[in-house]
């Protein structure tokens, strides 16, 4: 079945500092990606979609200027937290989907310090 | 506008109780619905799809059920276990010809079962 790989899976920073994240389509053509984020004992929050090759579509409250989404191709969905906070520490996820299903990343687990 | 609204937003049950999460959607032309246990921390896991002939699906102790009449689908857990915690997602597709269905996620529904 398809796969989407996201890195890394976890990483530490220090705040001020800019984290990028990767999500990539492994065996087919994503032209569509969705990144969420999650704080704890909450539910997946839909950040923004992206498309291949036009700019991203940012959910009300999410800052595209701090959350800088990259969608150069069509196996490559980047997300970068500029800036880091530590109130930016989350569960972040992509997204894509093929043929009705859905498939997920595994997930990066941001800790801003 | 194609949506997908979950309730109730989040749940607290007594372990071995039983619990029914509830999704309803007004995504048109609908192709299919599945329910995704996300634990936390994690990427969701797919536990059932539901096809627009289809009125019940169950996998081990979880039960879906769809009436495509009304745009309402149920999953019911039942005899809870403290590893059934987690965020349960109601992702519906819609139909359209060529790979790229266009999916709406619900917002989840939170669930915690304590001993």
């Known amino acids: 079945g398809a796969v989407v790989s996201q890195h890394p899976s976890w990483v530490i920073c220090k705040s001020g500092t800019s984290v990028k994240i990767e999500c990539r389509s492994l065996d087919f053509q994503a032209t569509t990606m969705f990144w969420y984020r999650q704080f704890p004992k909450q539910s997946l929050m839909l950040m923004a979609t992206?498309?291949?090759?036009?700019?991203?579509?940012?959910e009300q409250g999410v800052e595209k200027d701090k959350f800088l989404i990259n969608h150069a191709s069509l196996t490559l969905s980047t997300l970068t937290v500029t800036s880091a906070h530590p109130e930016d520490s989350s569960f972040y996820i992509c997204?894509?989907?093929?043929?009705?299903?859905?498939?997920f990343g595994q997930g990066t687990r941001l800790t801003v310090v | 506008k194609n949506q997908v609204e979950q309730s109730p937003q989040s749940l607290i049950i007594l372990e071995g109780k039983n619990c029914t999460l509830q999704?309803?959607?007004?995504?048109?032309?609908?192709?299919?619905l599945r329910w995704y246990k996300q634990d936390t921390g994690r990427g969701p896991v797919s536990l059932t799809i539901m096809t627009f002939s289809e009125n019940t699906k169950s996998n081990g102790r979880y039960t879906a059920t769809l009436d495509a009449d009304t745009k309402q689908s149920s999953l019911h857990i039942t005899a809870s276990q403290l590893s059934d915690s987690a965020s349960y997602i109601c992702?519906?597709?819609?139909?359209?010809?060529?790979?790229?269905?266009?999916?709406?996620f619900g917002k989840g529904i939170t669930l915690s079962v304590r001993p």
């Open positions: 992702v519906v597709s819609v139909r359209y010809t060529g790979a790229n269905s266009k999916l709406t």
């Open positions: 997204t894509t989907y093929r043929w009705g299903e859905a498939f």
């Open positions: 992206s498309n291949e090759g036009s700019k991203a579509t940012y």
């Open positions: 999704c309803n959607y007004t995504v048109s032309p609908f192709s299919n």
